[in-house]
């Protein structure tokens, strides 16, 4: 029973950590695929 709490502790925390840096590289990496799909579209 008490290792059910801090498993749920522990991945709300590194849930938290690794969401920060996803989040902010997500829109740069997509941009980037998304400029790439349409270049390749257009040709």
Do not use: F, N, W
Request: with cysteine; aromatic share 0%; glycine share 2%.
């Amino acid at each position: 029973m008490p290792s059910r709490p801090p498993a749920r502790r522990t991945r709300a925390r590194r849930a938290t950590s690794p969401a920060a840096p996803s989040c902010a590289a997500t829109p740069t990496v997509r941009d980037g695929i998304h400029v790439t799909v349409h270049s390749v579209s257009k040709r």
